[in-house]
Nanobody, 129 residues
Framework: QVQLVESGGGLVQAGDSLRLSCAVS????????MGWFRQAPGKEREFVGG????????AFIDSVKGRFTISREHAKNTVYLQMNSLKPEDTAVYYC??????????????????????WGQGTQVTVSS
């Protein structure tokens, strides 16, 4: 019933920027916690950042703090990952995820894979040096 579709990936040079979009469709009647994960070849999928139901709280891993931001447009059920000052080590498939768990705090940000319930198909981000 709930589908997530990522877009915006591509090939860029180090120092460039990209904005990823995640569109959520389905019969959702409220905002949900949204997160972004990434997986490089041969590596484990890792949390990158997330945004609370309120839209006012975000969380990021240290390696992207100050470079990545997350925002949401509730009316469109869309979440964005703005990636600036990209580095080759940011190269990965990026996945959007939603946490549909009941009774999450309006201000909580899920950070682990098993908290998220639905996943998009992924979009490739490649940063060349």
């Amino acid at each position: 019933q709930v589908q997530l579709v990522e877009s915006g990936g591509g090939l860029v040079q180090a120092g460039d920027s990209l904005r990823l979009s995640c569109a959520v469709s389905g019969r959702t009647l409220r905002t949900y916690i949204m997160g972004w994960f990434r997986q490089a070849p041969g590596k484990e999928r890792e949390f990158v950042g997330g945004i609370s139901r309120s839209g006012g709280n975000t969380a990021f891993i240290d390696s992207v703090k100050g470079r990545f931001t997350i925002s949401r447009e509730h009316a469109k059920n869309t979440v964005y990952l703005q990636m600036n000052s990209l580095k080759p080590e940011d190269t990965a498939v990026y996945y959007c995820a939603v946490d549909l768990t009941e009774d999450r705090s309006f201000y909580y940000v899920s950070r682990t894979r098993n908290e998220y319930t639905n996943w998009g198909q992924g979009t490739q981000v490649t940063v060349s040096s």
